[in-house]
């Protein structure tokens, strides 16, 4: 949440993807960095014991979304 | 929502009303607080001879900057006495040093707490215990100045359960885990001696730790250090699994780890703490097998792995000796770092007395 939202701050187009158990924490690293609307992608947790292909299925799913937030848009 | 803002002033006609408010306030770490009232905090500020808006320290990525003024108000809620607040803003120095990488241990799942160890002069002139019931309750030096810590992180940092701190399970150190070193009682240099500073100096020392887990052996130096090395290479500890940010040469996260030595002194008598560590530090160690077993090593098991073994601890420097505990008996504790070395390093930090 902290390098995504400072990347957009310094110009540079961000996209971040945060899993669901972790919608306060961000949305509230969010309000402390002056970014309240800042367009947090939410996945399902857990990641960490996907599989390789299961992980690559979630993130070809996920895609969409980053590209809408990299050019500006809302996930 | 609890206020994430810079500071909140609140009015009280009584004492249980003032308690009570400090709850909803969100100032707590679930036992009641002493409030803070100004003439109390500025009571401690004249002991320490430092100005309220004095920094400490920051913690950029929360942009949280730690006055002394918020150390002081915490080390007050947290029970303190003036004096015990050079410790406290010492502890404060060290935690926001910025190779201990606070925003870490005070927010991972792995839920650390901030083991404090006491060293010097400051040991006897605030009767921190360093003997029986070390862990234990009964003392309000050790038991404030560890609480202190923990409010300090809540209230001035945000590390708030549930919010920036999202520990899975946590341990009881959370709430206080303050120790001192018996170094009047052993010929071993005190902890802070062996880190840089002089004996007649104070110091605090700060370790993002797990909880620790007691050792009992019989007395007999070398069985005693065998158990301990047994213990400290336990599967399951932050040392022993794999992880982004350790050495993926080695495998595994490879931290450091403090371990108390209670019982008498006479009985390390032909041992240094030099000593001590150099048995320690190759036997602080795991089979490639079982670290297969346990998938921190990917790969299956394959002939001679029972054999090869990776160390879980980087230097002999690592191993964070300190003699403390009851006389009574040869109890030792082990307590692993909350992480890797690199991710966050044991910090030491000389307590300025009153001048």
């Known amino acids: 949440m902290h390098d995504g939202i400072h990347a957009e701050k310094a110009g540079v187009p961000s996209a971040t993807i945060c899993t669901d158990r972790f919608v306060p924490t961000a949305t509230a690293m969010a309000r402390m960095w002056g970014a309240p609307d800042y367009p947090t992608i939410f996945t399902q947790h857990p990641v960490e014991n996907l599989t390789r292909q299961q992980l690559r299925q979630r993130a070809e799913a996920l895609a969409a979304q980053v590209a809408r937030v990299l050019t500006g848009g809302l996930p | ?355």
């Open chain 2, 1 to 355: 929502m609890k206020d994430l803002g810079d500071t909140t002033t609140a009015r009280w006609d009584g004492a249980l009303e003032a308690i009570e408010r400090c709850y909803e306030l969100g100032w707590t770490d679930g036992l009641p607080v002493v409030p803070p009232v100004d003439h109390r905090v500025a009571q401690f500020l004249d002991y320490a001879g430092r100005d309220a808006d004095e920094v400490v320290g920051e913690l950029p990525e929360r942009r949280r900057r730690i006055t002394v003024g918020k150390v002081a108000a915490n080390a007050v809620m947290a029970g303190c006495l003036p004096e015990h607040l050079p410790v406290v803003l010492a502890a404060t120095e060290a935690m926001l040093d910025p190779v201990f990488n606070l925003v870490g241990p005070s927010s991972s799942l792995g839920g650390a707490a901030i083991l404090v160890i006491v060293n010097g002069p400051v040991v006897q002139q605030l009767n921190i215990n360093a003997r029986g019931n070390l862990f234990g309750p009964g003392n309000r030096a050790n038991a404030t100045i560890g609480r202190a810590v923990r409010l300090i992180l809540m209230n001035a940092g945000a590390a708030i359960p549930g919010l920036f701190d999202r520990s899975v399970i946590g341990h009881p150190g959370k709430y206080t885990y303050c120790i001192a070193e018996a170094e009047t009682e052993t010929h071993w240099t005190p902890l802070h001696v062996g880190r840089g500073f002089r004996p007649e100096q104070s110091a605090v020392t700060v370790f993002a730790a797990e909880a620790p887990r007691q050792v009992r052996s019989v007395g007999q130096p070398e069985a005693i250090l065998y158990a301990i090395a047994d213990v400290a290479s336990s599967l399951g500890t932050s040392m022993s699994t794999s992880g982004s940010v350790g050495d993926p040469a080695g495998g595994v996260r490879q931290g450091q780890i403090a371990v108390t030595i209670a019982g008498s002194s006479q009985l390390w008598r032909d041992w240094s703490k030099a000593d001590v560590r150099a048995y320690l530090h190759p036997r602080i160690r795991r089979s490639v097998a079982d670290l297969k077993q346990a998938l921190v090593l990917a790969s299956p098991v394959a002939p001679g792995d029972a054999q090869r073994y990776v160390s879980l601890v980087p230097e002999p420097e690592d191993i964070l000796l300190v003699f403390a505990g009851g006389e009574e008996a040869n109890m030792s504790s082990v307590i692993p770092s909350w992480g890797p070395k690199v991710g966050s390093t044991a910090v030491t930090r000389e307590i300025r007395l009153r001048p």
